[in-house]
Structures are given as structure tokens and as C-alpha cells.
């Protein structure tokens, strides 16, 4: 039992009863990284000064009696490619290990309104290219659930820290699955916001049509309070939405009778592991008889979603890291002859495998003669697996099925095959694609591992998203397990 | 094969990457097998579908045109590799 198994009100009724100070739940929280993360491998930037200073500052708050944020001194971890002035950010490459923002992201701003405090920054894969942490040029994040085995990708650290205990919660960014296939690696919760809903300006873009900030957290309340926080129009992000932001808590009524659940064939199909598959069956039930109806239907162009989504994230990111040239910040070669060397160079040294061969794969796709065949293509399917999307809203309120097809698997066992490693994505990508929320939930275990259920929802509708995640977990307690650590 | 090295030496010089022959011979294989994969979509009739790109209905964003602040240069260039009277700095660009 450490602090952070007390809910965010009890938290907040005890620090507003003099009975807790802020101060107390930083300590709680580096206590439990010093003891835990040598193995769980979650941090990369640690700042306990600032952290304690930030806290200090909090608890001075409480005794003067001034209003207190909606996240009031809980403890939260940042992942790697979201800027924090003065906190080295990486993306977990070797071409940013020394890079000290010089702006705070617009989550970070909203984070420090809301009064949390920053921990320090997450492990990932570099640059968010992957799936399972073997990507980061620095070291492998562990699932907390067993230490063989991976914790997701790309925000592992993020996952891995909530389900370790070393964060109160963290945020995550997800562009194919990168915050709802950790989670459900990681037996947390992780919710991907309708693109546009959240500013994206200072995340490192990896494929701007695609990426979101969303937050990591171990149960779905947590998630309305940090979606409360850091949803809404933001003018330094041209893509951001203008839309009037609900009250995502007051949302948790628990009460879902009369919704229509749809369940693609095509998510509990070829390739999803039983057991998962199981697991999903029994949380079905659960929704069932809480009164919400559900009927099984088809998203035809599913099959298509892994290479449509390849392509594009693949272009999109040879465009977007062109930046890193070694001119203006990050690591710049040695000794380069001439300017052209210097970009050679500094980008040879710097990117790891996975950042090169999708940089390569972007850059021919988007390469004179190419274009059409290959990105044009995909652009036209994402419209096919768009209006998929559209179909099934037409007439039901959330689909649900698996986050992922299988439990975490083992480190190491598909680091040669980039092919397989995309395919873990094939249940959340599609979703990526349409641009709609999506929330990853704990729904039930297979051999000690973790299963998460996914519940997507109509674009901007994160309310009912978060309503029945809400209500399947007030009526289940895998949200309550922790792994032995 | 729909790939092979002399495309990986020439997208490379594209995107600005070094390649030792190894790293080649893998990309090689590796983006044959991924682009075999996307031929998938060839499978589709898209003639008379519209391209999405980008999912919400957004166009031309404008801010005022008004003047603000700007970053300190001392702030902008400390991440810079080399910077000289206030510029950044890079090897020649001509012999």
C-alpha cells in the first residue's frame, strides 16, 4: 500500500485536512522510483530538486488558503517527446541526449495550472517509433507485470511507471496505439483523445496527422480529471479543434442502459489471441447486464488500416525529422568536411535502426514517381477506413473489442520482424486513422499478463468513452490488481 | 523484388543517411518486405475516392497579424553545436 493507491478526492481531502502535505507524495513517489526503477527502467530525466521545490510551493497553497488546480500535487511523469523548459527532453535518441528546451509545451503549461507536479521524463521508443520500448537508444522499459517481458510502445515508460507505482500518472502521445497498447501491456488505463482535442504544440511531431497527447492513469476517474486539465483550442497549434470543452467528470454517472455497443467481427477475429478474446466475451457480458445492448458488425476495410498507416506515419515522419540536421540543436558530427557531411553525418550517428528504416520508407513513398502509387493511395484509404468508422456510428453509441491482439510479449522476441511488430497495432491503428477517442481498460488477465478492452467512441465524444469505461470498472476490480514488485 | 540497393543508396541520399553495407543489404530486404505488404492496397478500387488528409474539416488557419515577442537569441542558440556573434554556425557550405 503506498500513497498513490488512495483515490484523487481522498488524496485531496487529506491535503486539504492538513493530514498530507504535497511534499509527502513527491517523497512517496521518488521513494518508490529509487527502490523500483533500476528494473523497471521507466525514467530517463529525473528532477527531485525541482519537484520538492514545486511541492513546497503547493503546501504554502494549502496554508494560505489560495485556490488549488483540478490536479492539485499529484505526482505526474512526462513522457520523453513532450518539451519542458529546463528538463532535458530526448525522445529516447541519441540526437537529442543533451537537448534543453527552451519553451514548455502546452500540456506543460496546463499541467502547472492544474497545480500537479513534474516527476520527471519517460522512457519511450525513440521518437515514438515502435511498439514495445526496444527502440529507445538508451535502454528497454520492463513490464511491471513480469520483467521478461515488454511494456508496450511507445509510451512504455509512461505505462510502465502508473502500473509500478512511480507516478500518480503520466501523459502519453499515440499515433498508431503508442498510449493504449502500453496500457493495456501495462494493466492501466490510457486514453487517446480526438485528434485535435489536445494541443500537440511542443510534442516532438513524429506524423502530425496522427499524433495526440492523452493521459496514463490507474482508472478511468483519473483519466476525465487529466483530460479536464489539458483538453482544449490552443492558437500556437493550427490543427487544434475549436470546440466548447464538457465536463468530462460529471460524465461518470455509471449509468450506460440503452447504449448500443458494437463489436467488429474483424477485432475478435484471425489473429486475436482466445484468451484474449475471452476476456473480451466476459467484459461484454459485464456491460450487458448493466443494460447496455451490444451486436456484432462489420469494419470491412480493417485489413488495410496496417499499411495505410505505414505509409502515411512513415512519410509524414521522413518530413518532420528532416529538422534534425544538426544545425540548431541535438548532436552535430565531428569534423564534418562540409555542410552536406554535417546533415549526413550527424543524422547517421544519431537515429537508431527503427527511426532510419521509416525515414527510408517515408522517403520513398513520397519520392518522384512513387507518390501516388504508395502515399496518394493510402490518403485515399484512410478516407475507406474513415467512413468504416462512420458507418457504425451511424447507429451505435461506442465499439468495443481488444486494445491489442495478444498480452505483452518477450523481450526480444520480435525485434527482427519489423512486419510482426507492426501487426501488434492492428486493433488500435484503424482507430488512429478515423481520428476518434479510444480508451484502453484492464478487462482481465492471461497467464499473469494483463488484457486490456478498447472502447472507441464518435469523434469529441470522449464522455460516453469515459462513461462506460466508468461503469465497467466500478463493476470490476482488475483496475485494483498491482503487480509484486 | 519491387527494391533493391541501388533504390536504398538513392532514397538514402535523399534523406540525408550514411549506410554502411550492411545497414543497406538489411534495408533492402526489410522495405521489400514492408512495401509487398502495402501492395495490399492495390487490392482496392480508389478512382473515385477523395485523399483524407487530415481528419478534421480545417483549412488556411490565420492568426492576427499582429507583432510578438520573440525568443532571446541567447535562449534560441543554447542548444546550438557552434554559434558565432549571435548566428548559428556550419561548416562551409562551398569548397
Keep these: 500500500m503506498t500513497l498513490f493507491d488512495l483515490s484523487l478526492n481522498e488524496i485531496h481531502n487529506r491535503l486539504h485536512a492538513k493530514d498530507l502535505a504535497v511534499t509527502d507524495l513527491v ?167 480526438t485528434y485535435g482535442l489536445v494541443s500537440r504544440f511542443g510534442l516532438v511531431a513524429f506524423a502530425s496527422s496522427l499524433d495526440q497527447i492523452g493521459p496514463i492513469t490507474k482508472n478511468v476517474e483519473d483519466s476525465a480529471y487529466v483530460l479536464q486539465a489539458i483538453a482544449g483550442y490552443d492558437e500556437k497549434d493550427s490543427t ?146 474513415k467512413q468504416d468508422f462512420d458507418n457504425v456510428f451511424a447507429k451505435y453509441d461506442v465499439i468495443v473489442g481488444p486494445t491489442a491482439p495478444t498480452t505483452a510479449f518477450k523481450l526480444g522476441s520480435q525485434v527482427n520482424d519489423p512486419l510482426t511488430m507492426y501487426l501488434n497495432d492492428i486493433l488500435t491503428i484503424p482507430v488512429s486513422l478515423a481520428g476518434v477517442p479510444a480508451i484502453s481498460v484492464p478487462c482481465g488477465f492471461v497467464s499473469g499478463l494483463p488484457v486490456g478492452m478498447q472502447i472507441i467512441g464518435k469523434a469529441f465524444d470522449e464522455q460516453t468513452v469515459l462513461r462506460v469505461a466508468h461503469a465497467f470498472e466500478q463493476n470490476t476490480d482488475f483496475h485494483q490488481q498491482r503487480p509484486q514488485l | 523484388m519491387t527494391i533493391n540497393i541501388q533504390d536504398v543508396e538513392h532514397v538514402a541520399r535523399l534523406a540525408r543517411l550514411d549506410l554502411n553495407q550492411e545497414e543497406k543489404e538489411m534495408f533492402t530486404a526489410q522495405l521489400d518486405a514492408i512495401l509487398k505488404y502495402a501492395e495490399k492496397l492495390n487490392e482496392l478500387d480508389t478512382e473515385n475516392v477523395e485523399p483524407t488528409t487530415h481528419v478534421l474539416h480545417v483549412s488556411n488557419v490565420m492568426r492576427e497579424d499582429k507583432v510578438h515577442e520573440s525568443l532571446p537569441i541567447e535562449k534560441v542558440l543554447r542548444n546550438a553545436p557552434d554559434d558565432e556573434d549571435g548566428q548559428f554556425k556550419v561548416p562551409a557550405v562551398l569548397e
Design chain 1, 240 to 385: 487544434s479543434a475549436k470546440v466548447d470543452i464538457p465536463d468530462y467528470i460529471s460524465a461518470l454517472t455509471g449509468d450506460i442502459k440503452g447504449l448500443k455497443i458494437a463489436v467488429p467481427s474483424e477485432y475478435i477475429g484471425e489473429g486475436v489471441d482466445a484468451a484474449v478474446k475471452e476476456s473480451i466475451i466476459s467484459a461484454l457480458k459485464v456491460l450487458e447486464s448493466l443494460g447496455a445492448e451490444w451486436e456484432e458488425v462489420s469494419l470491412p476495410y480493417t485489413e488495410y488500416a496496417v499499411a495505410t498507416y505505414y505509409l502515411l506515419a512513415s512519410s509524414e515522419a521522413s518530413s518532420n525529422l528532416a529538422r534534425f540536421d544538426g544545425v540548431r540543436y541535438g548532436v552535430r558530427a565531428e569534423n564534418p568536411g562540409n555542410l552536406l557531411e554535417m546533415y549526413h553525418q550527424s543524422r547517421s550517428e544519431g537515429f537508431g535502426p527503427e527511426v532510419k528504416r521509416r525515414i527510408m520508407l517515408g522517403t520513398y513513398a513520397l519520392s518522384s514517381g512513387y507518390y501516388d502509387a504508395y502515399y496518394l493511395k493510402a490518403q485515399k484509404v484512410r478516407t475507406l477506413i
Design chain 1, 27 to 193: 517523497a512517496q513517489a521518488f521513494e518508490t522510483i529509487n527502490e523500483r526503477d533500476d528494473r523497471i527502467q521507466a525514467y530517463l530525466t529525473l528532477d527531485e530538486e525541482a519537484a520538492q521545490r514545486q511541492a513546497a510551493a503547493l503546501d504554502k497553497k494549502i496554508a494560505s488558503g489560495e485556490a488549488r488546480g483540478l490536479l492539485f500535487g499529484l505526482p505526474a511523469g512526462i513522457k520523453d517527446n513532450i518539451v519542458t523548459e529546463g528538463l532535458r527532453t530526448t525522445c529516447a535518441s541519441q540526437f537529442l541526449r543533451n537537448y534543453d528546451p527552451i519553451y514548455n509545451a502546452t500540456v506543460m503549461d496546463k499541467l502547472q495550472l492544474a497545480d500537479s507536479v513534474t516527476l520527471g521524463k519517460l522512457n519511450m521508443d525513440e521518437f515514438a517509433m515502435g511498439g514495445s520500448n526496444e527502440n529507445s537508444s538508451f535502454m528497454p522499459v520492463r513490464n511491471p507485470w513480469n520483467l521478461d517481458h515488454v511494456p508496450g510502445g511507445s509510451s512504455g515508460g509512461s505505462a510502465a511507471a502508473v502500473a509500478a507505482g512511480e507516478a500518480y500518472f503520466t501523459l502519453g502521445s499515440d499515433t498508431g496505439g503508442s498510449i493504449r497498447q502500453p496500457a493495456s501491456y501495462c494493466g492501466v488505463v490510457g486514453l487517446k483523445p
